[in-house]
């Protein structure tokens, strides 16, 4: 059995005070999981605190200014060469700025309620998260 490295990422479920949250879809080009939806964030760069990655990573994904609030719970995926171990968190926006702007990662965003995050071609590995959110209204 091989032993391989683990990586890490950060994630945010992120809530607009309207009991929705923000998905974004992977851009056909993607190298994983393209066409499916997605989460906020991203991988934490080496010596980076992965609030901070967070934080940069939804900057860049989505130009959204949030505030990050509690952990609510972690995954693992596993890949060719390595495991990411993910750990979400959940924010709420701040400020008036509510305009996302996409990066080529996704080609599209929705706000979603949070109980029909099942419903949508989710990733797998937030599958586990989106079920916490399944009877939020």
């Known amino acids: 059995m091989e032993n391989k490295p683990f990586a890490l990422s950060a994630k945010v479920v992120i809530l607009d005070g309207h009991g929705r949250c923000l998905l974004l879809r992977r851009s056909p080009s993607s190298k994983g999981n393209p066409g499916m939806w997605d989460l906020p964030g991203g991988k934490v760069g080496d010596g980076e605190k ?7 990573e939804v900057g860049e994904e989505t130009g959204l200014d949030i505030s990050l ?4 719970g972690a995954s693992e995926y596993e890949l060719a060469a390595r495991k990411v171990a993910y750990i979400v968190l ?3 926006l701040r400020g008036n700025n509510q305009t996302v702007r996409l990066n080529p990662e996704h080609d599209d965003y929705a706000w ?11 990733c797998r590995q937030y599958r586990s ?3 916490r959110y399944r009877s939020v209204s």
Do not use: P
């Not at 992965?50 to 940069?56: E, G, M, N, V, Y």
């Not at 609030?69 to 609510?72: F, G, L, R, S, T």
């Open 50 to 56: 992965f609030d901070q990655a967070l934080l940069r």
């Open 129 to 131: 998260i989106a079920l």
């Open 69 to 72: 609030e509690h952990v609510v």
């Open 112 to 122: 979603v309620k949070c109980s029909e995050m099942c419903s949508m071609n989710l």
């Open 90 to 92: 959940e924010a709420t």
